[in-house]
T-cell receptor, first 111, second 115 residues
């Protein structure tokens, strides 16, 4: 089976940093994605890691360790609009974008 | 910016009725997907479609479900006889080619409510 685990909820203050961890055990691995999803809306792409290391994109960074089956999404300089669910998803095959999603981490940013 | 569009945004139907959800993927994309998300639960893969045929489907995608690309632009999901547990948000997604640039483009979703 596929196990993708991430915390259910996190709360942080505006301007702070939050790190959302994701661990995975999947049959096959061909990349890990982070998506942001506001309530009632579609997931929007944040980052993609296929090699070990840190990918930085503005206020958001994502890290991957394939040997540990571990990734994190780092959100810096939090803004109120960052309040959303953050979805960790694993791509297993190399020829398609069938993604296995975690249950999502709801981040609440407080003033 | 090109986007995936879905219609209807919300549909309410009676149990046992047929429902067709429509999607217009981004025009030069070749790979199409349907995902669903039951309220409060995770996003789940339903089916992938490439070169006018299903390339993979999940256990959820049983005989009640079908997909079709009737013309060069539309990609539809049909549920033949809806059940209460089909109530969910259905997301269409598309991707350009096999090169892994990382972005699967999702539509805004169609919320299906089965009564």
């Amino acid at each position: 089976g596929q196990n993708i685990d991430q915390p259910t909820e996190m709360t942080a203050t505006e301007g702070a940093i939050v790190q959302i961890n994701c661990t995975y055990q999947t049959s096959g691995f061909n990349g890990l994605f982070w998506y942001q999803q506001h309530a009632g809306e579609a997931p929007t792409f944040l980052s993609y890691n296929v090699l070990d290391g840190l990918e930085e994109k503005g206020r958001f960074s994502s890290f991957l360790s394939r040997s540990k089956g571990y990734s994190y999404l780092l959100l810096k300089e939090l803004q109120m609009k960052d309040s959303a669910s953050y979805l960790c998803a694993v791509r297993r095959g190399s020829n398609d974008y069938k993604l296995s999603f975690g249950a999502g981490t709801t981040v609440t940013v407080r003033a | 910016e090109p986007e995936v569009t879905q219609t209807p945004s919300h549909q309410v139907t009676q149990m046992g009725q047929e429902v067709i959800l429509r999607c217009v993927p981004i025009s030069n994309h070749l790979y199409f997907y349907w995902y669903r998300q039951i309220l409060g639960q995770k996003v789940e893969f339903l089916v992938s479609f490439y070169n006018n045929e299903i390339s993979e489907k999940s256990e959820i995608f049983d005989d009640q479900f079908s997909v079709e690309r009737p013309d060069g632009s539309n990609f539809t999901l049909k549920i033949r006889s809806t059940k209460l547990e089909d109530s969910a948000m259905y997301f269409c997604a598309s991707y350009q080619d096999r090169v892994a640039t990382g972005e699967l483009f999702f539509g805004e979703g169609s919320r299906l409510t089965v009564l």
